[in-house]
């Protein structure tokens, strides 16, 4: 007999349930509100772009990653692969006056890069602000991301953060090809010390850059390891990124925000994408980042206009794993009321229904059925009787 | 609580021993149980002893906080994950294997590589720009350029015995295998009061 799958979904694609869902709910509408009190105003990008968007800029997503299909006309299309970029493309190229602040709920397709961890349609919530690019953006991006992580209520979190400055300038000195620069990247950023000193030493880098590189999988903890980073480098990029980092930090501090950040400057995000902080959420809770973003200044250069820009996205089913492993997730609460109508009373019962829901309570309309009636009692749920002499509760 | 993989066998009892050393109590793990999972007496640390290749998933996943595996199997596993710490133990070569003199065939063929390291393999011969044929084997891979199955072989050679007693030569040693600490990405941030100082203690005794 064949066996009927043709209901089953793709892999890496998932349905939400109604818990899950409400719960999903309940983090969207806390976010809502908290990037409109903090005057983000949200938008929405087109789900299906042209391949071109994403392949012809300078910050190309790799070609391998993203879900293409085929137009109508022969022309290439993806799914939306990232958020940014979308934001950045409408920023300069829709947007006359650039608002400061924008956010919003979407969704990205991307192939998995490893085998794992296999999600292939993410949802996430995410803010841009706009327009500036100094320490004091930079902190607010950082304090923002903490405050929306404190809202929807995720315990025990910390904001990790790095800049690529720092290690692009420590490459300025070794005068490596882009090739083996990404090959560096890939090693310092699985922090293999062991196969970045390699790989650098044959290349014939300096001896005082393959220190450095060597003990940037090393500098990661507290603000200590600001000053510790200083004495590998005397590059000027390199030093600037530090204190950059350092006047943040005094920031964040100033904001009493320093109990959530620590650093590390061995995160190197994509070199091309980011141009200045970048920075992660973990928890102890979940083995992956919930929360990722950064400052990227010249993202929309490629769409014809200078903005640059500080921004961050929370993956929102990461997030409802952690809080469900932190006991914070809540079951569907039942109806408020529940009607039953005898035969020739359903007019009446519509008539209750409606003036209850106008006083805000959620209500449920059956016809006839006694049987469910005890269940619905078990619940809790106040169980109205609406019959030819009126409505009574029972 | 600090949760660690291991990679059953030999390795796991050489990584316990070294975790000891550093003053982790790591008794447990030489016990002969059939438990699972192995919590040390001062609940402080629990053990997994899992097949060699389920360390670097357990690791992404961060079910496990570290794990100790050979650079062999990260290498196929390609997981994303930190690698702290060549440990220099289970020392070996990952090597290109063959006759020493391949026999001339007049039909051109793909060379015919077997190995279980199958991504590894693929990895390095697209780098090289070479079209391959992977043959996918399990054991005993010394047995497939001898029964004419392969032309070489991509495998990890230790003392080069089996090799030798077939007529084989290593043809190119590719990569130097070590045992390795691995860490979870965000356990390395979030658990780091405790996992820095082992790491430091660990990196001073290798």
């Known amino acids: ?394 | 609580m600090i949760t660690v993989a291991l990679a059953k066998g030999r390795l796991a009892q050489e990584s316990a021993a070294l975790l000891k050393e550093c003053g982790v109590d790591a008794d447990v793990v030489f016990s002969d149980t059939r438990k699972l999972v192995l919590e040390s007496s001062d609940g402080q640390f629990s053990f997994f002893l899992v097949k060699p290749s389920d360390v670097p998933t357990y690791v992404e996943y961060g079910i496990a906080d570290i794990g100790i595996v050979g650079k062999d199997t990260l290498m196929e596993e390609d997981k994303d994950l930190y690698e702290m710490l060549d440990l220099k133990f289970e020392k070996c070569k990952l090597c290109v294997a063959g006759f020493p003199e391949m026999k001339k065939q007049l039909t051109s063929s793909h060379l015919r590589v077997a190995t279980k390291y199958v991504h590894t393999a693929k990895k390095l011969y697209a780098a090289r720009g070479e079209d391959i044929e992977i043959i996918t084997l399990h054991g005993s891979i010394e047995l497939a350029p001898v029964t004419g199955l392969a032309d070489v072989i991509f495998d990890i050679v230790q003392t080069g015995s089996t090799l030798k007693a077939n007529g084989l030569a290593v043809l190119e040693e590719v990569y130097d295998i070590s045992a390795r600490l691995v860490a979870n990405k965000v356990s390395l941030k979030t658990k780091a009061d405790v996992l820095l100082p082992l790491i430091e203690k660990m990196r001073e005794r290798v």
Request: proline fraction near 4%.
């Open chain 1, 1 to 394: 007999m064949k066996i009927k799958n043709y209901y089953r979904l793709p892999s890496g694609v998932q349905d939400l349930l109604p818990d899950e869902c409400y719960n999903l709910n309940l983090i969207e509408q806390k976010l809502a509100k908290k990037f409109s009190l903090s005057g983000c105003t949200q938008v929405q990008s087109a789900g299906l772009e042209l391949y071109d968007t994403y392949a012809e800029i300078k910050n190309k997503i790799p070609q391998k990653k993203m879900f293409k299909l085929t137009d109508s006309d022969g022309s290439l299309l993806v799914l939306r692969p990232d958020m940014t970029l979308a934001v950045a493309r409408m920023a300069a190229t829709r947007l006359d006056d650039v608002p400061s602040k924008l956010c919003y709920f979407s969704s990205v397709w991307q192939y998995p890069q490893t085998g794992g961890l296999s999600i292939r349609e993410i949802y996430q919530a995410g803010v841009e602000f706009l327009g500036v690019s100094n320490p004091f953006s930079d902190a607010q991006g950082i304090a923002f991301a903490i405050e929306c992580l404190e809202e929807i209520g995720v315990k025990d979190f910390i904001v990790d953060i790095g800049h690529v400055g720092f290690f692009k300038g420590i490459l300025e000195d070794c005068a490596l090809n882009e090739e083996c620069v990404e090959q560096v990247r890939l090693l310092i950023n699985a922090k293999d010390s062991v196969g970045a000193q390699a790989l650098l030493l044959q290349q014939g880098a300096f001896e005082s850059a393959v220190n450095a590189l060597a003990a940037l999988p090393t500098l990661f903890g507290g603000v200590e390891v600001l000053s510790r980073a200083q004495k590998y480098t005397t590059n000027q990029t390199a030093l600037s990124a530090l204190s950059h980092l350092k006047q943040v930090y005094e920031l964040l501090k100033s904001f009493g925000l320093e109990k959530y950040i620590s650093f590390d400057l061995g995160t190197v995000k994509d070199l091309s994408y980011y141009s200045g902080v970048v920075f992660t959420g973990l928890t102890k809770s979940l083995g992956s980042p919930i929360l990722s973003g950064g400052r990227y200044d010249n993202l929309s250069d490629d769409f014809g206009k200078h903005v640059p820009a500080v921004g961050f996205a929370m993956g929102l089913k990461r997030i409802l794993i952690t809080l469900e492993r932190q006991g914070s997730l809540l079951p569907v609460p039942p109806v408020d009321v529940a009607i039953v109508s005898e035969p020739d009373a359903e007019a009446l019962a519509y008539q209750t229904y409606q003036t209850l829901t106008a006083q805000g309570k959620r209500v449920n309309l059956f016809t006839g059925d006694h049987a469910r009636m005890q269940s619905l009692k078990e619940q809790g749920i106040t169980l109205l009787l609406a019959s030819k002499e009126g409505v009574k509760e029972i």
